[in-house]
Structures are given as structure tokens and as C-alpha cells.
């Protein structure tokens, strides 16, 4: 199974991005999707999941303001963002696993990783 993030990029506070992210090599239909960032000095924390195509779960910080959505007909992942603020610069990545877990807002649930795309909001 391979991901790969893309769509990051520098924007103004208050814009938008949207990141997508490809998934190869998947099998069936039983498996969580879900997007994570880390800011330099930070763990890495949890944005978004989506279990199966419309259950969706948010961080706080998320809430509101970004949303996860995926292809029916792709194995391909978004992460709408608006109204982009300067603490949500870091590097963002997406990732998958098999089946779904309660815990789906750690990252060590989950198995396979993309490589990440870098956000920037300038203030």
C-alpha cells in the first residue's frame, strides 16, 4: 500500500488549500482513512478521519473549518481547508489502515503513511 499527499502549499491567513492524497495497492472496502500534521517541535496530531465514505471525524481545531471527503470512484482522499490560520502551518500527512479503530485519533493506529505535504499560512 502506497500514499501519496499533495496539494500543500504557502498561503495568507484566511485562505484555503486543498490536499489530496492517493492511495495504491488497497484492497476491499473495510478500511479508515485519515489525516495527521506535525509543526516543527510538535508530535504529530490528529486533523481528520473518515470511516467508510461519509462518517467523518474532527480535532477541535478542525471543526468548522476543514473537511475530509474521499472519491467513490478513486482511492483518492481530500482535506478541504478554510479559514487558514498561522498555528496550522506544518506538514501534513495522510494515512490508512485496515479495518477501523476506536482510537482513530492516534497516529499509532494507523499503518500505512504518506509521505507528507508542507502548509504554510503566513499571518
Known amino acids: 500500500v502506497q500514499l501519496q499527499a499533495s496539494g500543500g502549499g504557502l498561503v495568507q491567513a484566511g485562505g484555503s488549500l486543498r490536499l489530496s492524497c492517493t492511495v495504491a495497492g488497497i484492497t476491499g472496502n473495510d478500511y479508515a482513512m485519515g489525516w495527521f500534521r506535525q509543526a516543527p517541535g510538535k508530535e504529530r496530531e490528529f486533523v481528520a478521519a473518515?470511516?467508510?465514505?461519509?462518517?467523518?471525524y474532527y480535532s477541535d481545531s478542525a471543526k468548522g473549518r476543514f473537511t475530509i471527503s474521499r472519491d467513490n470512484d478513486k482511492i483518492r482522499m481530500y482535506l478541504q481547508m478554510n479559514s487558514l490560520k498561522a498555528e496550522d502551518t506544518a506538514v501534513y500527512y495522510c494515512a490508512a489502515r485496515y479495518g477501523w479503530a476506536v482510537n482513530y485519533y492516534d497516529p499509532a493506529q494507523y499503518t500505512y503513511w504518506g509521505q507528507g505535504t508542507q502548509v504554510t499560512v503566513s499571518s
Open positions: 473518515l470511516r467508510w465514505y461519509s462518517i467523518r
